[in-house]
């Protein structure tokens, strides 16, 4: 291995890379200046098992190899991809090898030059979906063993986390007419031969156009005439990159998953295609191709099996707010994008703000929109107004279009008052915290928890440091604030037992999103305006509140588990309600859960339930 200084074909050649476009033109030669070009020969080792260094690797040119000795594969990596921080999660890091196959030339980019660019150019965060915060053991506990898209990989993905439907099963004596419309009824490519339930054969939609159509066959004929017998299978523990290697060598698309000798389902080329487009790289990639609206909202379907795949693989729920975000963000973006592409380049700066759980990156597959403008002071609105209000209106009813339903509070930059400059958002804020009635304090749960998407970010930033600077010093605000989170309460009676909704649509259920999560959401928001933190997402704002000691340690331990764990019951509930053909919602059924998870729920409630306590108790004895 030799380190050379950066040759100057090298920006031409990563010109070529989707992500390079996305780049200022200073972040371009800054990542140059703080980057390194290593030659390598083939055989080398760039990384050995457990050995990684924290840096990012891009391949400029050649091949090199993953090899994971545990799974006994290699998977091979091209011109264009990359690997190390950012990329690939840590357990991978603790058992694979990195070997160039041939010679190679590769671009080494410091973990610490990534974090300083992830700050600059958010457009990169969709394409490093692995926290840079990860590397380490402890990092990786606290956020469960888990990366945002990562463990949905194929190098560590089962396959039963693939089979997705009931097998689809007739007799070998069923004709071929019968198999043709029973997979058309069943929409699927395949169907099973089953008989006295063993795995007899299989029939493809090639083998009907090969072997049918083709040759003019009877369609009474019996599919077994034209199944191929004793299919290839696989167990439903193998890693899916199995399924995929056994495809290509033998030129197969279907794939049998069994549990010893019982048939768990299929998988399908086709599956393990999409399970590469819906990881957040590939899935946000795809997005900032697109050139219409159409595109967009095709794209969009995905994310509820995003969510299905982060779900499958265990990932927290706080790392899967962050990638259902980070598509959110995305979307976002390439709607503004195509927007200016037909109105024409923005008359005065701006910047699209995400309010509410977008802000906060704590999105799931069911969540509406909440955004707003924030333009430059040079902005007329007798000049400026028509550009901005047709740019918010698309952009809204893209994401809309998109299943971003409209805020039915009409909390949106399409909305008049939601789309000012600078010096009208200072007013509002000024106006807020100064005369904290009921309408001010309901505005506070959305526009509180603001984060720059698009657009000129110092605008906001200076906005967030006034507003805070105001917070820290306004006892009266803040107590409003905690007497309305007061309101808000965990589902616990006298007894201190979980109690379900009474009647309604949705009676003997838990509402997770307003009766648990919203409360904690409330929490970490008051410790923020209290402290002057500028972290917008619940968890990361309670973890520094301890630092600063708005809350002890124990108690920021205790509510952040509370968070990971209602909120991953309201991922896997919604999860199942998408795999059941159901629009995802946010009330559960206790019945849905273990007898030791409804007493973890019941704890979280708790803990929930004391810190609101303890705010109160402040409250009243003037603390703020």
Same mark, same amino acid.
């Given at each position: ?32 200046? !703080? ?53 690939? $999660? ?76 009931? $097998? ?12 043709? /419309? ?105 997005? !900032? ?78 969540? @509406? ?7 430059? @002071? ?5 000049? !400026? ?22 805020? $039915? ?19 509002? #804020?000024?106006?807020?915290? @100064?005369?904290? @009635? ?8 959305? #526009? #509180? ?45 006298? #007894? ?9 649509? !949705? ?90 998870? /409804? ?26």
């Amino acid at each position: 291995m030799n380190s050379a200084p950066i040759s100057p074909d090298l920006s031409d050649i990563l010109a070529q890379h989707r992500v390079w476009g996305l780049l200022s033109a200073q972040t371009r030669q800054d990542l140059l200046a !703080h980057s390194e070009e290593l030659l390598m020969h083939a055989g080398d080792t760039v990384c050995g098992a457990g050995q990684w260094s924290p840096h990012l690797w891009l391949i400029v040119q050649g091949r090199v190899d993953l090899d994971d000795p545990e799974l006994a594969q290699t998977h091979m990596l091209l011109p264009g991809e990359a690997f190390g921080a950012g990329m690939t $999660p840590w357990s991978l890091q603790q058992s694979c090898h990195i070997l160039c196959s041939t010679d190679s030339r590769l671009l080494q980019i410091p973990e610490t030059t990534l974090q300083t660019l992830l700050a600059r150019e958010p457009a990169l965060a969709p394409f490093l979906p692995v926290p840079l915060d990860g590397r380490t053991p402890a990092a990786q506990a606290a956020r469960q063993n888990t990366a945002p898209g990562t463990d949905t990989n194929l190098l560590s993905m089962r396959l039963q986390a693939l089979v997705k439907h009931a $097998p689809v099963t007739l007799s070998p004596q069923a004709s071929v007419l019968e198999v043709a /419309r029973t997979m058309r009824e069943r929409g699927v490519s395949s169907v099973m031969l089953v008989e006295q339930e063993h795995l007899f054969g299989l029939v493809t939609d090639r083998d009907l156009r090969n072997r049918v159509i083709a040759e003019g066959l009877d369609l009474s004929r019996p599919a077994a005439d034209i199944a191929t017998l004793a299919p290839m299978t696989l167990d439903q523990r193998s890693p899916a990159f199995e399924a995929l290697l056994l495809m290509a060598r033998h030129n197969i698309h279907h794939v049998p998953v069994m549990d010893g000798q019982q048939i768990v389902g299929m998988v399908t080329a086709t599956d393990l295609t999409q399970q590469h487009s819906t990881s957040a790289v590939y899935l946000s990639g795809d997005i !900032h191709q697109q050139t219409t609206l159409q595109g967009l909202v095709g794209i969009s379907q995905r994310v509820k099996l995003l969510q299905q795949n982060l779900s499958a693989a265990h990932t927290s729920a706080y790392s899967t707010g962050h990638v259902i975000t980070t598509i959110t963000d995305a979307l976002t973006s390439r709607l503004i994008h195509l927007a200016e592409a037909e109105l024409g380049p923005a008359p005065v700066d701006y910047v699209w703000v995400a309010a509410g759980s977008q802000g906060r990156c704590e999105q799931t597959a069911k969540s @509406d929109q909440d955004n707003c403008l924030v333009l430059d @002071d040079a902005y007329d609105p007798a000049v !400026h107004g028509d550009y901005f209000k047709a740019l918010a209106r698309q952009v809204c009813d893209g994401l809309a279009a998109c299943g971003y339903i409209h805020c $039915p509070g009409e909390m949106m930059a399409m909305t008049d008052q939601w789309r000012q400059p600078l010096r009208v958002w200072r007013q509002y #804020f000024q106006r807020w915290i @100064d005369q904290p @009635d009921a309408k001010a304090l309901m505005l506070t749960t959305v #526009f #509180f928890d603001l984060r720059a998407v698009h657009g000129r970010h110092e605008l906001l930033h200076t906005l967030r440091q006034e507003v805070l600077a105001r917070t820290q010093k306004q006892s009266l605000f803040l107590a409003h604030v905690v007497g309305n989170a007061q309101k808000l309460r965990p589902p616990l009676n006298l #007894f201190g037992q979980i109690a379900l909704i009474r009647s309604g649509e !949705h009676a003997g259920t838990v509402d997770l999103k307003h009766q648990a999560i919203a409360p904690i959401v409330d929490l970490g928001r008051i410790y923020a305006l209290a402290g002057g933190l500028h972290e917008v997402n619940t968890t990361d704002r309670i973890e520094k509140a301890a630092q600063l000691g708005e809350l002890s340690e124990q108690g920021s331990r205790d509510l952040r588990d509370a968070l990971e764990f209602v909120s991953s019951q309201r991922i896997q509930h919604q999860t199942q309600r998408m795999q059941q053909g159901l629009e995802p919602d946010n009330y559960l059924h206790l019945q849905e859960l273990s007898n030791f998870e /409804r007493g973890h729920l019941r704890d979280a409630f708790s803990v929930i339930q004391s810190l609101q306590n303890v705010l109160g108790q402040r409250y009243q004895s003037g603390r703020f």
